[in-house]
């Protein structure tokens, strides 16, 4: 069984008379330790498919098990808990709590799990020393710089050794060479601390990090093979 | 909880112009709401004491200011002789003013022996000896003490009267702490008064078993050969009805205690509101982050409760400070009511607040913990 599978997910938006399908009856796999990269079209849904896998919104259809749990069959608390334990999101801006600081921030998640002050305090210095922030754990937000955030948000991501991560757009709002920082971290969390990770962008380049590359269009999605070649993306659960 | 703290304290600190602002706001309204509380609590203690319950006062029939009403002395010993009548204390009241009054200065005359036999009256300075002593000696209740600034062996003139102070005394009674006793003959003989063999009121102890009610039909059947009329009450209904006037005003402030607890509920959820939709966007990201609704609504109580809570207990404290220090006390009448701190409204001011805290943080609360997760992360 694949760490994630996603079966015949159909997920529709209803605005007036119109009605929206950004997801329809995908299936997907994806096996531990995998970096998948997700492209498309702005609009298709590919937040959407993120917020359906994080179970922080829920499908028309379909089921997703999550290392074997059915998470659209959670309640919305019990469906907190899960993503506590078993989820970390990375948000294009960082969404930080701005009165709370680097060290909080990290923190908060693993406040929720059964962890000892000692414990706590560990992880949270592990998760900022992996983004390279050890000495920035006293600042606020605000003093801390676009790049640095995002550090802050990924460190808070992997801070309670998630199952899985998933990432929209992180790099999609910073400049050039600290994408390419927030790329390279990605990339060395999923090798060295084998952290699956489904990351949204929409720059062929910042897609390049990932192992496998998928395109979301017209509800389907689509196994591309390398990216930025002209091959034919090939049908991948149909 | 209490891992979240940190994070609920910040939050009222980030906008803490805001948060000090109701808390400000929260204070004088219960300041006042445990004042107004005061006077109920006073006003209940007049009318339902033991003491109020187990006296009788003899007034002259159809009087109502200490000024008119006049029996002669002599009535004393005649009443004692009435079944159920433990003891008779003649009393000559002077006051310094007749209407309702924040400031009234009230003088009992008293024979001094009955007066230490027949109330529970303890000196916290001076000594009964010179009160027994000297003629124009006076006890002076703390309250009037605190609110006039006397002290043992100042001289006290309001008036005709002066009288030399030989001791400061606090009674289990409250209202009590806002006379002053003097020696009967003195006030007697004070000029403008003219009152030798006369005294306003005889207040009368009972008998353990004694029906206060057919011991004051008893009295004044036995007095109606006599001189003057009578009628006589229970201490209680004596001083309600002597007070009528202020007991409906009181009636009617207690419904500006509850108007305060109006305030302090609309003033508070306005603030919660305020900053539940100020961060709608962050809450939605907890909860992304695993935070479950069910703790958001705490979260967002808890905030609610403290800052109501800041406010309150400052505002009871205030209370407190002021009804101790002030001696505030209202009177018509001769008759007092005293406005007293106790340990049971601080308990009623604290409770409210708390309450109120919470009532006031479930709708903002409740707000907080339903919006939809993915709709307030897409806001901006
Ligand atoms: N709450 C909603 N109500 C109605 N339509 C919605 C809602 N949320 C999303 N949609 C629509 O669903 C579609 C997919 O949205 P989604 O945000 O998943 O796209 P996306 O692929 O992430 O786009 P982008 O690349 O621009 O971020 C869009 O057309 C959007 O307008
Ligand atoms: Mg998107």
Redesign the interface.
Known sequence: MALVELRNLTKTFKKGDETITPLLNVDLDIEDGEFVSLMGPSGTGKSTLL?VI?G??RPDEGTIHVDGVEVTRLS??RL??????N?G?I?QTH?L????TAY?NVE??I??LPLSAAERCKRVELALEAVGLSDRIDHYPRQLSGGQEQRVGIA?AIV?HPKVVVADEPTGSLDTKTSDQIQVLLQRLNRELNITMIMVTHDAETAGIASRHLVLDEGRIVESGKIGTTAVPAVAHR | MFRFAPYVIKSLWRHRMRSVLTASGTAVAIFVFCCVMSVQEGLERLTSDEDAQRTLIVFQENRFCPTSSRLPEDYAPRIKKVPGVKDVMPVQVWTNNCRASLDIVVFNGTPPRKLQQARDLKLISGNWSEFEDRRDAAVVGRNVAIRRGLKTGDQFSIGDLSVKIAGVFSSSIPAEENLIFTSLEFLQYTRGLDAAGLVTLHEVSLTATADPDAVASAIDAALRAGPVATTTRRKGAFQTSTLSDLVDLIGFAHWLGYACVGLVLALVTTTSLMSVQDRIKEHAVLQTLGVRPARVFRLVIAEGLLLCNAGGIFGVALALAMLSWSGLAVGAEGVTIAFRPSIHLAISGATVTAIVGIVASVLPALQAARTPIVASLREV
């Open positions: 917020n994080s922080i919104d919305r608390g907190a808990d899960w993503r506590a334990a989820l999101y948000f969404n709590v701005p009165v709370l909080e908060l998640p406040l929720l808070r309670a």
